[in-house]
Each structure stands twice: as C-alpha cells, then as structure tokens.
C-alpha cells in the first residue's frame, strides 16, 4: 500500500475526503512585448504558471481571472491555445472571470474558458484589429531634415512615419489587419458557437459592451464573482490555488531580471520603455481606464 493509501486509513477528519481544488490564474496587463523596463503577457512568461495550474493535486478547474485592453493577436492565440491544449490533456474545464475589461487580445483569452462571467461594470468585445502612428514628414520638411530610406525588394517599407503616407502602403496594412480579423472571428465562433445571439456584423465590429448586454449578445455566459460561482459549483470547501509565474527565489532576493536591477536598468532602453509606457496606457484609455 502506498503512502497515499495508508493516510487515506487513518481516522482523520476530512482525508478520506479532501475538498477538489480550483487553480486560479490572473492574466491581468496588456498583451505582449513590452520593452525592457515593461513586461506584458507573453506565452514564454505565462507558460510555467498556465503549467503549474493544470498539473494541481485534487484538480477540478482552472480559472482565469481576464484583466486585459488587448495587445498583440500572436500572443493571444498562443495563450489561449496553450490552455486549451492544456484543458483537453487534463479533462478539466476552464472557467473565465472579466474584472475590469477583457477586450480585443483580452476578450482572445476570455475565449479559452469553457464559460465567461463578469461583473455588471465590466468590458467586454472589442473583436476587430486596430493599428496606430504617427507622421513627421511635415514636421521634417519644417525643420528641414532630409529622410534617406534604402531598401533591398520594394515593398521592405511599409508606412514609413517620416514620408508621406502611401496608399499601396495603406492597401498593404489593411490586408494584413482582415487576416488577423477572420482568425480573430474564426476562434470566437470556434470557442461560443451558438451561444453568440447578434449578428456577425455587430458581434465583429470592433464595438464593446459592459454587462449584461454582452451577455445578451451571447459574449458571456453570466453574472458572477469567482469565489462565489467557484463555491456554489464546487462547495464551500472547495480550495482555490492561485498559481502565478513568480521567478525563484534566489533571483528575487538577487534582483535579478527585474527593473529594479541597477544593472538592467542601465542597459535598458529608456526611450523604448517610456514609448511602451504610453501605448500602454492608450489601449487601456480606450475603454475609459
């Protein structure tokens, strides 16, 4: 008899019967690569925890507490397929909780959970593909800067902010958001199916909802706060695990790969990192945060 076993005959109150537990893993930030000083979600950063959740003792579930404007689509898929590669091999489902807004990359993710709950206030949509800049070229004509751009295949450059915007470039870009868009669509339709109750061409406009008007339109299953939805289907013993990708130890104690590191932080790009800071802080002004 193992271990195991042998404890499971000991007359101690709760072991023959020990509560199922909950991993609970927050994907909370904007999606992708940040720079050196700023880090968002990233499959490579999230994968030892979105691993650590599924591979629990006693699992029942895995939930995912969504906190995000969106990012890069790449990302995104590769998250979310990751835990759903993950739910399939563990048999286990995956149970989604918005807090403040998961839209564009965010709502990508919320797609993964076999059911969506959010709050009455929360943000939920945005399924489309957005792409901002800006253009000096006036700026650089005022000042009189000359631009020189050399290329080697004639289509290597593409929006150049310091010449003037090119149609064929634009042409380009647009091509190039509708194959993001269809693949976008492509899983929110894979992931709800029939539960989405609105049209294709109001559920994929880019629009977002707060609510219960995103339950209406079948991006969300219900109301419900995550403790509550997890004890009510679980028990009031149930165990949630929060399950986060915080490095070892020794590297905390070290500071090492943190900003923090005096170190890093003189090799950092200081200029990247503000840039990042503000695009950043765009995505999730969009949505009024």
Same mark, same amino acid.
């Given at each position: 008899m193992?271990?195991?076993?042998?404890? %499971? *005959?000991?007359?101690?109150?709760?072991?023959? @019967?020990?509560?199922p537990?909950?991993?609970?893993l !927050?994907?909370?930030?904007?999606?992708?690569?940040?720079?050196?000083?700023?880090?968002?979600?990233?499959?490579?950063?999230?994968?030892?925890?979105? @691993? *650590?959740?599924?591979?629990?003792?006693?699992l029942?579930?895995?939930?995912?507490?969504? @906190?995000s404007?969106?990012?890069?689509?790449?990302?995104?898929?590769?998250?979310?397929?990751?835990?759903?590669?993950l739910?399939?091999?563990?048999?286990?489902?995956?149970?989604?909780?918005c807090?403040?807004? %998961?839209?564009?990359?965010?709502?990508?993710?919320?797609?993964?959970?076999?059911?969506?709950?959010?709050?009455?206030?929360?943000?939920?949509?945005s399924?489309?593909v957005?792409?901002?800049?800006?253009?000096?070229?006036?700026?650089?004509?005022?000042?009189?800067v000359?631009?020189?751009?050399?290329?080697?295949?004639?289509? /290597?450059?593409?929006?150049?902010?310091?010449?003037?915007?090119?149609?064929?470039?634009?042409?380009?870009? /647009?091509g190039?958001?509708?194959?993001?868009?269809e693949?976008? /669509?492509?899983?929110?339709?894979?992931?709800?199916?029939?539960?989405?109750?609105?049209?294709?061409t109001?559920?994929?406009?880019?629009?977002?909802?707060?609510?219960? /008007?995103?339950i209406?339109r079948?991006?969300?299953?219900?109301?419900?706060?995550l403790?509550?939805?997890?004890?009510?289907?679980?028990?009031e013993k149930?165990?949630?695990?929060?399950?986060?990708?915080? !490095?070892?130890?020794?590297?905390?104690?070290?500071g090492?790969?943190?900003?923090?590191d005096?170190?890093?932080?003189?090799?950092?790009?200081?200029?990247?990192?503000?840039?990042?800071?503000?695009?950043?802080?765009?995505?999730?002004?969009r949505?009024?945060l």
């Amino acid at each position: 008899m193992d271990l195991r076993g042998l404890l %499971a *005959r000991l007359p101690i109150p709760g072991l023959k @019967n020990p509560p199922p537990v909950v991993g609970v893993l !927050r994907l909370s930030g904007v999606i992708g690569s940040l720079g050196p000083l700023r880090s968002g979600m990233t499959l490579a950063a999230l994968e030892p925890a979105i @691993n *650590r959740a599924f591979e629990l003792p006693r699992l029942a579930a895995v939930a995912l507490s969504v @906190n995000s404007p969106g990012g890069s689509a790449t990302q995104s898929d590769l998250i979310a397929r990751r835990i759903r590669d993950l739910a399939a091999e563990k048999e286990v489902p995956v149970l989604v909780f918005c807090e403040d807004v %998961a839209a564009s990359g965010g709502y990508w993710l919320a797609c993964a959970g076999d059911e969506i709950y959010l709050r009455e206030t929360s943000i939920v949509g945005s399924i489309g593909v957005i792409s901002a800049g800006f253009g000096f070229s006036a700026l650089l004509d005022k000042i009189g800067v000359e631009r020189r751009l050399h290329t080697a295949g004639e289509r /290597k450059s593409l929006l150049d902010p310091f010449r003037p915007e090119d149609p064929g470039d634009v042409e380009r870009l /647009k091509g190039v958001q509708q194959d993001i868009h269809e693949a976008f /669509k492509e899983t929110v339709r894979q992931r709800r199916g029939d539960r989405l109750k609105a049209e294709e061409t109001e559920l994929f406009s880019g629009e977002f909802w707060v609510g219960r /008007k995103a339950i209406e339109r079948g991006l969300a299953d219900g109301l419900g706060e995550l403790r509550q939805v997890l004890r009510a289907r679980y028990g009031e013993k149930v165990v949630l695990k929060r399950v986060d990708g915080r !490095r070892p130890w020794w590297r905390r104690r070290l500071g090492l790969g943190t900003a923090a590191d005096p170190r890093a932080a003189m090799a950092a790009d200081w200029i990247g990192g503000a840039l990042a800071a503000v695009e950043e802080r765009a995505l999730w002004s969009r949505f009024g945060l």
